[in-house]
Nanobody, 119 residues
């Protein structure tokens, strides 16, 4: 069973930076897509950023130019570098990883890490 463990969340002032990490218990090389979602209180879960096994990255419009996703296959870790943080970035951030096998996809989730941006 794959486990994803997020870290790096916390409280930061508006304009500040944080780096989230998502460490997988197994090789992330087997995952076709890894990424981050976030969920703010009273809101639906929102896709923030994704990165494919080939290195293609995609971002929500709300974070483009401020957030950078990356993955280190040697460390089985996915990162989310967050700069110029805004109060509206406050949410629980979840790491996820998806892989395909015999035509069936399986998605794994981390437990989430809280990011709070004060104004």
């Amino acid at each position: 069973q794959v486990q994803l463990l997020e870290s790096g969340g916390g409280l930061v002032q508006s304009g500040g930076s944080l780096r989230l990490s998502c460490a997988a218990s197994g090789s992330i090389f087997s995952f076709s897509v890894t990424g981050w979602y976030r969920q703010a209180p009273g809101k639906q879960r929102e896709l923030v950023a994704t990165i494919t096994s080939g290195g293609t990255m995609d971002y929500a419009d709300s974070v483009k130019g401020r957030f950078t996703i990356s993955r280190d296959n040697a460390k089985n870790t996915v990162y989310l570098e967050m700069n110029s943080l805004k109060p509206e970035d406050t949410a629980v951030y979840f790491c996820y990883a998806k892989r395909w096998s015999s035509g069936v996809s399986t998605t794994y989730w981390g437990q989430g890490t809280q990011v709070t941006v004060s104004s």
